[in-house]
């Protein structure tokens, strides 16, 4: 890797453009040695640029909570960190990402002093990228780091990594320009960000942050890219983002949720579940749905009902939930034939939670018509399936456990959306669905 030192302007000065990209040709004059080495060769693939504003993390490092890599990764020392400072300001102890803990932070945080606000643990590169990304595709990325304390401008450092090199060949090299300042100052920079695109390649934004409509930067890296990348296991408050998400599709942008793929294996299954022409039929008669989730956060329970709504053709009618030990939500919809179709939705308190939060436990779909051929029960590999098979049916139900995909980090799911970006017609459909349950709130 080659790394130039990092480049700080005084106060209140920004970067400029003309900095930025005479920092990139030093970096590949030093490459031109004049000798029989590797020659490296530029990004030819893709710009990205990663939104990541890990407030949390920094909230918890600046408190004394958490040492850890500032990341954006809900991995254990995260969750430690987040129940201990839960714990010592009287807060509701969840161990997960919330509103109410999130304000407490910005409070406690808002009473230091300036010079109290340095993060010991900050990357200086920038955040983490998966080397996976960069491996399978040479590109541009460009990190917008926010920063907590006063407005000092926005500085910036410019490295290149090259992981792929076979005998003889040439270094195929990843640009990182990592941009630091408060969200006030990245936010002026909207103008430079889109300049640094290369031209003429695909350009995507992974925003890893709720969407925010109002936000000067995000508008502005919405009209410029051709995909916008989200992950709505990120979310604090699923239900409205999930809205906001639906309403920028229908304004024309394009955009994916990370979150989406993993329901792959779950949708594969119900579908093969009713493949047979016998259960095809039999398809029309269901009319009780539950899914269980890792309670905490239930966009992929709210993106998987809509996805079979959708594909059903289900109109939602009603949307009540409880809240307790178990999240309960409950949601009516009236089908097709007129029939009246139940979901329940379950938030399960787990102990030990995975990485992502709000992962799909298990899935029943039954009929009040005994005689229906349609009892279907999917559950993960890991929890088993008792306590949806514990829910009672005088049908003879179809059981498959689900195996998870390899890997549900949001950088390996990233690094295969960047091979099919575009317009998934599916989940679109899916949303729009999901948004009409969701609007029903306030209705």
Not at 302 to 311: E, M, P, V
Not at 360 to 377: D, K, V
Request: glycine fraction near 6%; proline fraction near 5%; aromatic fraction near 8%.
């Amino acid at each position: 890797m080659t790394t130039t030192p990092l480049v700080t302007l005084q106060k209140p000065k920004d970067i400029s453009l003309s900095e930025i990209e005479a920092e990139l040709s030093q970096i590949w004059a030093g490459q031109d040695n004049g000798k029989s080495a590797p020659v490296a060769v530029r990004a030819s693939t893709f710009s990205m640029v990663v939104y990541e504003p890990q407030e949390f993390q920094q909230l918890l490092a600046i408190l004394g909570f958490y040492e850890g890599a500032i990341e954006g990764i809900h991995g254990p020392q995260t969750r430690a960190a987040i129940e201990a400072a839960q714990k010592a300001y009287g807060l509701r102890v969840t161990g997960s990402f919330n509103t109410e803990t999130l304000n407490r932070l910005r409070q406690e945080v808002s009473k230091l002093p300036p010079e109290k606000f340095k993060i010991p643990n900050l990357d200086e590169r920038g955040y983490g990228i998966s080397e996976a990304i960069a491996i399978q595709n040479p590109c541009r990325i460009i990190s917008l780091a926010p920063v907590l304390g006063e407005d000092q401008g926005v500085s910036a450092q410019v490295s290149a990594y090259c992981p792929i090199q076979k005998t003889g060949s040439d270094l195929v090299c990843c640009e990182y320009i990592t941009l630091r300042g408060t969200k006030e100052a990245l936010n002026r920079m909207g103008d430079v960000v889109v300049s640094l695109m290369i031209p003429d390649l695909p350009k995507f934004v992974w925003w890893k942050a709720t969407p925010n409509v109002e936000q000067e930067l995000f508008k502005r890296l919405a009209a410029s890219s051709n995909c916008i990348i989200f992950d709505s296991s990120f979310f604090s408050d699923p239900e409205s983002e999930l809205i906001k998400m639906h309403q920028l599709i229908e304004s024309g942008t394009y955009l994916a949720d990370l979150n989406w793929h993993r329901l792959s294996v779950w949708q594969e299954l119900a579908a093969a579940a009713f493949d047979p022409p016998e259960r095809r039929v039999a398809l029309a008669e269901v009319d009780q749905v539950t899914i269980d989730y890792e309670k905490g956060n239930p966009a992929q329970a709210l993106t998987y009902l809509g996805w079979l709504a959708s594909r059903l053709k289900w109109e939602p009618t009603s949307y009540h939930f409880t809240s307790g030990d178990y999240d309960i939500t409950s949601i009516t919809f009236v089908g097709p034939n007129g029939r009246e179709i139940r979901a329940e939705l379950a938030g399960i308190p787990i102990a030990n939670p995975g990485e992502i939060l709000g992962d799909l436990i298990g899935l029943r779909l039954t009929s009040t018509n005994l005689n229906a051929n349609c009892c279907t029960i999917l559950c993960s590999e890991t929890t088993g399936c008792m306590r949806m098979e514990a829910g009672g049916s005088a049908q003879a139900c179809r059981t498959e456990q689900v195996t998870a995909i390899g890997d549900q980090k949001a950088e390996f799911l990233l690094a295969q959306q960047l091979q099919r970006w575009g317009r998934d017609v599916l989940y679109e459909e899916s949303l729009e669905v999901t948004a009409k349950i969701l609007a029903l709130r306030t209705a």
